[in-house]
C-alpha cells in the first residue's frame, strides 16, 4: 500500500471514532444530566526522510534537513464537556437539579457482587421498598442514594415527601414534618480526571487518589433546585454541524484511496 493510501486509512479509521463520540451525544440529546464528550485530532507520528544529496549542504543549514512525512492523524483524549445544563421544572416533589457545576449526586452501586460510589447529574429520584417498612432512596435503576449517614433510608407511612433546595429529604408524618435525611453532595476538584460510563454515572479511576479529585461540597447557598430537572448540555446544532465536517473529511480520506489505487494501476500499465 503507498504511503498515501496509508495514511488515509489510518485517518479514517479515527474519524470513525470521532464520528461515534458525536453520534452518543445526539442520542443523548435528552438525557437528564448528560455531559457531551469532545474530541480533537493531533498528528500521529512523522517520518524523516532525507532528501540532500550532497552532505556538504548542510553546513549553515536553518530549516531540517530532509523532509518529514506524516502518518495520519488520530483522536487525542476524550474530553468532557461540564458546562451545566438548562433547568427544567417539573413539579415533582422528588426530582432535583444541582445548583453549582462539578457537583455531583453519590450513587451505591453494586457491581459483580462489590459495592462501589459512582457520580450523577441526574437527580430525578425514587422510593424502593426495601425490608420490612422501610424505603430506600434511589436511582431509575434501583440504586441508592447516598446521604450524609450514607444510603438514604427512611420508614415509610408518611403522608408527603419532598427534597428542599439544602438537599434535605422533608418528611410530613401527620401534624409534623421533620428533615430525615440529607442528600451527601460532591464536588469535583478536579473534574477532567472523571471517567464516564454508561447509565449516566461518572467514577474515579482506581489508580487516582479520591482525595485530590472529589470532595464534600462545602456550599452554603442552595445545593439543589427541588422540583426540577438539568436537562443535557449537548449543542444539537454544533454536534449535526461537527458530524457533517467528519463525514465530508471522511469522504475525502476515502476519495485519496480510490485515487492512491487508480494511479497505482496506471502505473502497472506502463511499458517500457
Known sequence: ????????????????????????????????????????????????????????????????????????????????????????????????????????????????????TVYTRDGSFFLSPIEGDTVALTTADGHPIIGNDGPIEIQDGFDAIELNDQGQLIVKRGDEQAAE???????????SALEAEGDNFFTVSAEADMDEIMQAYEGEDAVINPKALEQSNVDLSQAMTDMTAAQRLYQLNSRSISMGDQMSGLVNTIRS
Open 1 to 116: 500500500m503507498s504511503r498515501m493510501m496509508n495514511q488515509a486509512a489510518v485517518t479514517m479509521n479515527q474519524i470513525q471514532n470521532k464520528l461515534d463520540v458525536i453520534g452518543n451525544n445526539i442520542s443523548n440529546n435528552n438525557t437528564t444530566g448528560y455531559k457531551s464528550r469532545q474530541t480533537e485530532f493531533s498528528s500521529l507520528l512523522s517520518q524523516q526522510i532525507d532528501n540532500l544529496n550532497a552532505p556538504e549542504n548542510v553546513e549553515g543549514r536553518l530549516t531540517p534537513d530532509g523532509i518529514r512525512v506524516g502518518t495520519g492523524a488520530g483522536l487525542g483524549p476524550i474530553q468532557l464537556n461540564q458546562l451545566q445544563g438548562s433547568t427544567t421544572e417539573t413539579d415533582r416533589a422528588l426530582d432535583a437539579a444541582l445548583t453549582e457545576e462539578n457537583t455531583f449526586f453519590q450513587v451505591n452501586r453494586t457491581e459483580n457482587g462489590q459495592e462501589e
Open 181 to 191: 435525611a440529607k442528600l451527601a453532595i460532591a464536588e469535583a476538584i478536579r473534574p
